[in-house]
């Protein structure tokens, strides 16, 4: 059973929804689950957040965003993802180090070397054991994107051709990581999404122990 779960994927590819289900999920089958956000998650966090994602910082250098993002994810292992590690929890969060690597990396074009190097000075020993990347067409979560009732962020201003770029990142990683990290096909609707996500999850689970057979309904299992 995977101790600390990732999800990721472009802006608009439905990954928080789905990370609020599986973090349900896995309550209902009886674990102390923990669900964060990157940026954010604890104060400070969320303050570098509002840093990063305020539309009026158009000036911001790819190399202050790459280390804004690693001061965020720093803390937030800091006080909370590796103390809830150590005790035991499931941690489930929404982006973690792939997204730099994606949108910082790929995406900016920063050295590659640089930001993993970056990401690993932010973490320490906490490395997701499993990564969850919702793979969607770009135009099809812009339009996702674009029907939610608040303004565009600093991220989303960059545009679609932008996102196109963090997508394929997302894709190399996957290719590069196949042991940890696995598309999901997120042009779908929520159920089947969902249905895919447990059973990468809870199906090995399933397998293994049988536990979570007695409180879920898990399709396919
Ligand atoms: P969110 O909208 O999924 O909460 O993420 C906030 C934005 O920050 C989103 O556009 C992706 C971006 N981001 C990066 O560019 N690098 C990172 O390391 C993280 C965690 C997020």
Redesign the pocket.
């Known amino acids: 059973m995977p101790r600390f779960i990732t999800l990721e994927g472009?802006?608009g590819c439905g990954?928080?929804t789905q990370a609020k289900l599986l973090a349900e999920d896995l309550e209902r089958a009886g674990y102390d689950v923990l669900l964060l956000?990157?940026?954010?998650g604890v104060t400070i966090s969320e303050k570098i957040?509002e840093l990063?994602?305020d539309p009026a910082h158009a000036a911001m250098g790819d190399t202050c965003?790459l280390l804004l993002?690693?001061a965020?994810?720093a803390q937030l292992v800091h006080e909370v993802v590796a103390p809830a590690l150590a005790q035991g929890r499931i941690v489930v969060c929404?982006?973690?180090?792939?997204?730099?690597?994606?949108?910082?990396g790929y995406?900016n074009g920063m050295d590659l070397g640089a930001v993993q190097r970056a990401n690993a000075l932010a973490v320490g020993a906490c490395h997701p054991d499993l990564t969850l990347v919702f793979d969607i067409d770009p135009a099809k979560a812009a339009a996702r994107a674009a029907a939610r009732d608040r303004a565009q962020?600093?991220?989303?201003a960059?545009g679609l051709a932008y996102q196109e770029r963090?997508a394929a990142g997302f894709r190399a990683i996957a290719a590069t990581e196949s042991e940890r990290v696995r598309l999901v096909d997120a042009g779908r609707g929520i159920d089947a999404i969902h249905a895919d996500v447990r059973a990468l999850v809870l199906g090995q689970q399933l397998d293994t122990e049988g536990v979570f057979g007695r409180d879920l309904d898990v399709e396919g299992a």
Do not use: C, H, N, W
């Open positions: 472009i802006d990954k928080s956000r990157e940026p954010g957040r990063l994602l965003e993002y690693e965020a994810r929404d982006r973690f180090y792939d997204s730099t690597t994606a949108y910082q995406a962020d600093r991220m989303e960059k963090v």
